[in-house]
């Protein structure tokens, strides 16, 4: 699948030519693949605003999306898009600069929203939640002037799962982030492709890659945070337990209502019994079951 030197899109120029690398490579394009496919995530001839924030995730899945519509597995258009949102120190030439060597189609935007949740939040007190709303909301009208359909997100297997345990440690739900959804005004998906790619592998990828990381500092600079947290639990266990990650984020994909407590999900009020009359015998050489009395 990668091995003619000259079949390669500018995204994986200078890739490591190493059996590791490949094999990473194929794998996170395979896993990208398959969870596109699962949820159904393909509309012939529409167009993705693939959301860029610089991190190594977003990086990991331009490049993935970008392997696959290379090789006409993927066919929509796909603009890369940046939102810049003010905050001190952030290097605004780094992405532009990088999506044109890379030629990659894209639209940079530039909106103030970190002096609003600097104004808005109190001192001591997460930014994440409000950060996340006002760039989710301007990412949606970015995607509505571009004519797209979809708003891609970078989020991976271990944002899913750590969300998952937030919600049940600190919302009292059974939640996480789906790999598909819609919004609630119905005109645009959500869509997250790497929901079955490990963090550690994006990781692995975007250093191996030497793709120019840009850290978030409005949210990375706080301590305490409910993620960090799980996060560091969910270490532990799989430190514990090699693999424990994985097992946990294949119960995501196999739930039974019927074995758990919401009514809303199974009738359990329409349950009732089988009252009619139950064989005592299977056959003509089967023993008799005696009646209890």
């Not at 944002?159 to 790999?179: K, Q, S, V, W």
Request: charged content about 25%.
């Amino acid at each position: 699948m990668f091995d003619t030197p000259d079949d390669i899109h500018p995204l994986f120029a200078g890739a490591p030519s190493s059996t590791e690398f490949k094999k990473l490579r194929k794998r996170i394009v395979r896993q990208t693949r398959e969870a596109i496919e699962q949820y159904g995530m393909i509309e012939r001839g529409a167009k993705w605003l693939v959301c860029l924030s610089g991190g190594k995730d977003s990086y990991t899945l331009l490049a993935a999306l970008h392997e696959l519509q290379w090789r006409g597995l993927l066919p929509v258009e796909i603009l890369a898009c940046n939102l810049d949102q003010g905050q001190p120190g952030f290097p605004a030439t780094v992405l532009p600069e990088f999506l044109e060597k890379m030629q990659v189609p894209h639209r940079i935007e530039y909106q103030d929203t970190y002096s609003v949740v600097m104004d808005k939040i109190p001192q001591g007190r997460t930014f994440c939640a409000l950060c996340s709303r006002l760039r989710r909301g301007n990412l949606y009208r970015i995607a509505r002037e571009e004519g797209c359909s979809a708003v891609v997100l970078g989020h991976h297997r271990d944002d899913i799962l750590e969300t998952f345990f937030m919600n049940l440690f600190h919302g009292g739900r059974l939640a996480t982030m789906p790999p598909k959804l819609l919004n609630e005004e119905g005109d645009l998906f959500v869509y997250r492709p790497l929901a079955f790619v490990a963090e550690a592998d994006c990781e692995k990828f975007a250093r191996a890659m030497d793709y120019p990381i840009i850290p978030c500092d409005l949210c990375g600079s706080q301590d305490g945070l409910q993620r960090q947290q799980v996060k560091q639990i969910l270490d532990g266990w799989e430190k514990n337990s090699p693999g424990r990650r994985q097992v946990m984020f294949r119960s995501l994909m196999n739930a039974r209502p019927s074995h758990l407590l919401d009514p809303k999900l199974f009738d359990f009020m329409g349950l009732s019994r089988d009252l009619s009359p139950q064989p005592t015998q299977d056959s003509e050489n089967s023993v008799q079951v005696p009646r209890l009395r």
